[in-house]
């Protein structure tokens, strides 16, 4: 009956009437996260036909040189997590790296497990801050002692496909103006839990397709710390890692500033653990939101001004990125006022149909993603799930979006996140709010 009543609904909507009630998807989510994404993942593939001859002689110059790469590891309570990441490691295809691994003021048994993989040859260096710093100060603990032309950072609880550390080293070797490369993240956990489950969802949307397309416009903006990687030499002009939360897609914003190319690989899978509770993933996400606003719209707010420095695609990475994130956010607020402020009896059917609407659009794109999937026939199951995630990203995650904006525009609240230690939090307040 209520297919019936939404069916009806649509069907007897004239075109005009269509545009009014649905215009923020019509304007503002169908050009770029539909049409614009499969435009772009079309020319990718094809890219990739007349790129194969270069990526077999970047492939074989990698392997000519086979420089070392310095893998690092920080982290706080993971000892559960660091004898299946180094025996991923293990396995990879290529084996010219060390492993530095740091404790970050872990109380658990971490410190017994790193010295006994130290001891046993299967990491190279192991570190600990008595004292716990936060992730960036573990971080550049580490990058003090990596000897690698090229780093490899990595969260101790991600395990990795067997070429890996291959396919990621190798993309440096097709631009000698890169400085950076992303690694292809994808949900080991898929299975656990509801919340995990639509993680995997988003993850295959967002970074598997929504990262091979910003990095095809050359406006990538965020290297994951899960895994990823970076020429050494650069990472250490920089100064490493600035204090957190947000310090994954900072670091990104300094190599862009100097003007290297930041690129995407999306054969490079690194399988990673995601939150099994709603509460936690709102934690985890308010975070990551309020460092849009603490980076992009303040500490490198400089990338809009018009100096000598000015790169064209810094400034449109950030500006896409706070129009489509912000912006969009606060329209949305809008739209859902305006349409229950001028159709309020038609209200909760309006929302029903856009749910329908965007399962649609979902499936079509979920298609199209298990169409280029390595691992398909494992991630297939995943579609259905797909209604539930359509409110999962249509709502939920919009509405977290949105209360974090407004936290971190109006109450610096980032600041004040556990996530990060209280001392680098008022570190970062002294020096500007940086």
């Known amino acids: 009956m209520i297919w019936e009543d939404i069916f009806g609904y649509f069907e007897g909507m004239s075109m005009d009437r269509f545009i009014r009630t649905y215009w923020y998807l019509v304007f503002l989510e169908l050009p770029r996260y539909l049409f614009l994404d499969y435009i772009v993942l079309a020319l990718y593939y094809l890219s990739r036909l007349s790129t194969r001859k270069s990526y077999k002689e970047a492939q074989f110059n990698f392997w000519t040189e086979q420089p070392l790469i310095s893998i690092l590891a920080p982290g706080k309570n993971e000892g559960k997590n660091l004898y299946k990441l180094v025996k991923s490691l293990e396995d990879q295809t290529y084996q010219n790296f060390e492993i530095i691994i740091v404790d970050d003021g872990s109380d658990d048994d971490t410190p017994i497990i790193g010295n006994s993989l130290l001891k046993a040859g299967l990491i190279d260096v192991f570190l600990r801050n008595e004292i716990r710093g936060g992730k960036a100060s573990a971080a550049n603990l580490a990058l003090r002692y990596a000897k690698g032309k090229y780093v490899v950072h990595l969260d101790a609880d991600s395990s990795l496909d067997r070429n890996a550390i291959e396919r990621i080293i190798t993309r440096f070797y097709m631009d000698p103006e890169i400085g950076c490369v992303g690694g292809n993240l994808k949900v080991r956990n898929a299975k656990e839990s509801m919340a995990s489950t639509l993680q995997a969802i988003e993850y295959l949307s967002s970074i598997s397709v929504g990262r091979i397309v910003t990095s095809y416009l050359g406006i990538y903006r965020i290297i994951s710390g899960a895994f990823g990687a970076f020429r050494t030499d650069v990472l250490m002009r920089i100064g490493g890692w600035d204090i957190g939360p947000g310090l994954d897609g900072d670091v990104t914003q300094k190599f862009q500033k100097l003007g290297y190319k930041v690129k995407f690989e999306d054969r490079a899978i690194?399988?990673?653990?995601?939150?099994?509770?709603?509460?936690?993933?709102?934690?985890?996400?308010?975070r990551w939101n309020k460092s849009t606003v603490r980076f992009r719209m303040r500490k490198h707010i400089d990338v809009f001004k018009p100096n000598q420095n000015f790169k064209f695609t810094t400034f449109f990475s950030s500006l896409e990125n706070i129009i489509f994130s912000v912006v969009f956010s606060f329209l949305w607020v809008i739209?859902?006022?305006?349409?229950?402020?001028?159709?309020t009896l038609e209200f909760p059917m309006i929302i029903m149909t856009k749910i329908v609407i965007y399962t649609v659009l979902s499936y079509l794109q979920?298609?199209?993603?298990m169409a280029f999937s390595e691992r398909w026939r494992s991630e297939f199951w995943l579609g259905l799930y797909i209604p539930l995630e359509t409110i999962y990203n249509g709502y939920y995650m919009r509405f977290i979006r949105v209360m974090?904006?407004?936290?971190?525009?109006?109450?610096?609240?980032?600041y004040k996140d556990v996530w990060n230690p209280k001392k680098t939090s008022d570190k970062a307040l002294d020096h500007g709010k940086l």
Do not use: G, H, W
């Open 335 to 343: 739209y859902l006022f305006d349409m229950l402020i001028n159709y």
């Open 366 to 369: 979920f298609f199209a993603i």
């Open 270 to 286: 690194c399988l990673t653990s995601v939150p099994v509770k709603f509460k936690t993933l709102t934690k985890q996400r308010l």
């Open 404 to 414: 974090a904006y407004v936290k971190e525009i109006y109450f610096y609240s980032s």
